[in-house]
């Protein structure tokens, strides 16, 4: 069951607006994902993008191709639906207060790759948690899984997480919970 996705006029400028806010995320591919780390205590700068990328049709909310966004004021932005991506900028869904997005930290500190064990050679494959070169051009290699980008405390990332970690889907799942999308 597809989803609208809302454009905005505006849309042609949603990949210099998506660099501004994000920051360009960059680092060398092949970074081992045990270098993965993230403040303990929220940062006050905290944003955090994903993209859902799913080339079938899917059947849970995690497979949902989408583009969420979560600025630093709490301003949650969603697209859901066939074409969302990383250069979609979506409209605002809601505001998020500080104890929802306090939450939306926690999650994010969660997912496998700030774990000991999440190590990856191969970061860019979509198999494997891993840093990303260029967010803007990422596409996984079997067409599903996601794209996380994450800034905090000063320190700008971007990572792919394979279709099946247990970890991106919970967090998937309470960003779609979030925006009002339902199965």
């Known amino acids: 069951m597809p989803y609208t996705t ?10 210099l607006v998506l660099m501004l806010i994000l920051g360009g995320c ?12 993230l403040p303990e205590a929220w940062p006050a700068d905290f944003t955090l993008g994903v993209v ?6 899917w059947k849970t ?8 966004i979560i600025e630093a004021d709490g301003t949650m932005r969603v697209s ?4 969302s991506g990383p250069l979609t900028h979506p409209p605002i869904a809601r505001r998020l207060g500080r104890e929802t997005l306090g939450e939306v930290w ?9 774990t000991p064990d999440a190590i990856s050679d191969q970061s860019e494959d979509g198999r494997h948690p891993g840093r990303v070169q ?11 899984g996601y794209l996380i980008e994450i800034r905090g405390g000063g320190d700008r990332q971007a990572w792919t997480m394979p279709k099946d970690d247990p970890t991106a ?8 919970e979030l925006s009002w999308i339902r199965e």
């Open 6 to 15: 809302l454009r905005s006029p505006l849309s042609a400028l949603a990949p």
């Open 80 to 83: 859901a639906g066939e074409g």
């Open 169 to 176: 889907h919970e967090l998937v799942r309470r960003l779609a």
């Open 26 to 37: 960059t680092a060398s591919p092949g970074v081992r994902a045990e270098g993965a780390s």
């Open 106 to 114: 926690s999650l994010t500190r969660g997912l496998s790759m700030f």
């Open 61 to 68: 909310l995690e497979e949902c191709p989408a583009r969420y």
């Open 134 to 144: 260029s967010p803007e051009t990422y596409a996984p290699a079997e067409g599903k």
């Open 52 to 57: 859902v990328y799913c080339n079938h049709p």
